[in-house]
Nanobody, 115 residues
Framework: QVQLVESGGGLVQPGGSLRLSCAASGSIFSINAMGWYRQAPGKQRELVAAITSGGSTNYADSVKGRFTISRDNAKNTVYLQMNSLKPEDTAVYYC?????????WGQGTQVTVSS
């Protein structure tokens, strides 16, 4: 069984920064793509950023230039550095990882951007 545990969410003022972490644990043989999604109230879950095992990245247009995704393969961990946060970034952020060929999700962490 594989678990994804997220951390790093919270309340931040507009223009501020947060760093999310997501660590995978359990019976792990391989991790392919890892990514972050978010879901705001009343909206569908959307991709924020993704990173392959080789380090190739992909970002939603709304976060390009502000967010950076990275991963530490030795720690089975993916990070999301979020800078210049805006109120519209407020959402529950979910970690996703393809582990052993199966899609796994974290429990979500709340990010609130408000003054």
């Amino acid at each position: 069984q594989v678990q994804l545990v997220e951390s790093g969410g919270g309340l931040v003022q507009p223009g501020g920064s947060l760093r999310l972490s997501c660590a995978a644990s359990g019976s792990i043989f391989s991790i392919n793509a890892m990514g972050w999604y978010r879901q705001a109230p009343g909206k569908q879950r959307e991709l924020v950023a993704a990173i392959t095992s080789g380090g190739s990245t992909n970002y939603a247009d709304s976060v390009k230039g502000r967010f950076t995704i990275s991963r530490d393969n030795a720690k089975n961990t993916v990070y999301l550095q979020m800078n210049s946060l805006k109120p519209e970034d407020t959402a529950v952020y979910y970690c996703e990882a393809i582990v052993n060929g199966y899609t796994n999700w974290g429990q979500g962490t709340q990010v609130t951007v408000s003054s």
